[in-house]
């Protein structure tokens, strides 16, 4: 089924996933930073994913309270204090999660947190790993996370890969995880890597 997506955040993050939905089938747009770009593609969507970056996320959002009424908003950003070299330092919201957020700020808009454990080349090709890496979802509302793994099948993702942590409140643990990303880089280098829940 070919769903109209609006991505914003024309970053890294942004950009591979508006590719990848696009090759998927989707009819996809990106907002550019002219004035009043980001509502006008919220407002033809059917689905909204934020790829701003997390710091600013909140703010950008809220202002799109009017054309994001109804629709699914899919929060793939970390909310983070950079340190010195750039790399995340500290959660902006601790004791709370960027999701949680954006779901307080925007009651009449269905927020799910996924793909955000990830370093963005996995997020559209999870299959580039030697292990299987795991795709948290994290929301209140069941058909808008079903929407969503519908989604994530579109990218690659297989249903047993994918993990429903339940209401939104459970992204708080999703996004903790963006803690390890500086020491793993600093370790590894920067190269592909995610989170893998084992059994």
């Known amino acids: 089924m070919i769903t109209k997506i609006a991505v914003?955040?024309?970053?890294?993050?942004?950009?591979?996933?508006?590719?990848?939905?696009?090759?998927?089938g989707h009819e996809v747009t990106t907002a550019d930073?002219?004035?009043?770009?980001?509502?006008?593609?919220?407002s033809a969507a059917e689905i909204i994913i934020n790829a701003t970056p997390g710091a600013g996320s909140l703010e950008r959002l809220t202002a799109l309270r009017d054309p994001l009424r109804g629709k699914l908003l899919i929060d793939v950003s970390n909310a983070t204090?950079?340190?010195p070299d750039g790399l995340p330092a500290d959660l902006l919201y601790p004791g709370s999660s960027l999701a949680?957020?954006?779901?307080?700020?925007?009651?009449?808009?269905?927020?799910?947190?996924?793909?955000n454990t990830m370093l963005y080349p996995v997020m559209t090709a999870p299959t580039m790993l030697t292990a299987t890496p795991t795709a948290f979802l994290s929301g209140d509302d069941p058909q808008a996370k079903q929407s969503v793994r519908a989604l994530l099948t579109d990218l690659g993702w297989h249903p047993d890969w994918i993990t429903d942590l339940g209401t939104i409140q459970t992204a708080r643990a999703p996004e903790a995880a963006i803690l390890f990303v500086p020491h793993v880089i600093r370790a590894t280098g920067f190269k592909p890597f995610a989170i893998s829940i084992t059994h």
């Open 100 to 115: 949680e957020q954006l779901q307080q700020a925007l009651p009449d808009t269905h927020v799910v947190k996924t793909l």
């Open 33 to 42: 930073r002219t004035p009043g770009a980001a509502a006008e593609v919220a």
């Open 8 to 24: 914003l955040g024309n970053g890294r993050v942004g950009a591979n996933l508006a590719a990848a939905l696009t090759n998927a």
């Open 81 to 83: 204090v950079d340190g």
